[in-house]
């Protein structure tokens, strides 16, 4: 897998680089753990960041210290998000117990990540909830910061204004992550 990895990064690189030698690689976004330390090699290689998508309320710092131990670059968190039943929405990858634990949540998680200093950036899933009829793979998830009718879910956009504010002094160790975990 690594020898794999190693020529199909290598080529995209080796491609984007000709095109534009200045361009910022963020690597492809890997879904949860890395399963395969070679790909995780080969990424880090060639890439100027390491990406991973992260669904869960926690992130685990023993999880990715390995990751920044094995790739000695910056990790992105590419997707991370959390996830209420009460709209009607069928499913959901991080499940909380409401519409106000979904900004509870947001700021437990990005404040955490923030204070880990090898984490450079971090993208909330969307923008918008999924459709109740579903979107092109079935998912219907409540989890975006405005509905489909695009009215903004307060708790969530109220959360994010607060931790966003505060992001520079998290990263700068300057003051400590919000004490209060999501409840489940």
């Excluded at 491609?15 to 976004?29: E, F, K, Q, S, T």
Aim: proline share 4%; hydrophobic share 40%; charged share 25%.
């Amino acid at each position: 897998m690594g020898e794999f990895a190693d020529r199909w990064y290598g080529a995209w690189a080796r491609g984007i680089r000709a095109a534009d030698p200045n361009h910022l690689l963020l690597g492809d976004r890997y879904a949860m753990e890395v399963e395969y330390d070679g790909v995780l090699l080969a990424c880090a290689k060639q890439m100027d960041v390491v990406s991973i998508n992260w669904y869960d309320t926690e992130i685990s710092r023993e999880t990715f210290d390995r990751y920044y131990s094995l790739a000695g670059k910056p990790i992105l968190i590419g997707e991370y998000a959390f996830n209420s039943m009460e709209t009607g929405a069928m499913t959901a990858a991080v499940p909380v117990a409401n519409e106000e634990e979904r900004g509870t949540g947001y700021r437990w998680f990005t404040e955490r990540a923030y204070a880990i200093p090898y984490i450079v950036g971090l993208h909330y899933f969307q923008y918008w909830d999924e459709p109740i009829t579903g979107r092109f793979d079935r998912e219907t998830s409540f989890n975006g910061f405005v509905r489909v009718t695009d009215i903004p879910y307060n708790w969530l956009v109220e959360s994010a204004r607060i931790t966003n504010g505060r992001i520079y002094r998290l990263h700068a160790g300057e003051v400590t992550p919000t004490e209060r975990a999501p409840k489940r």
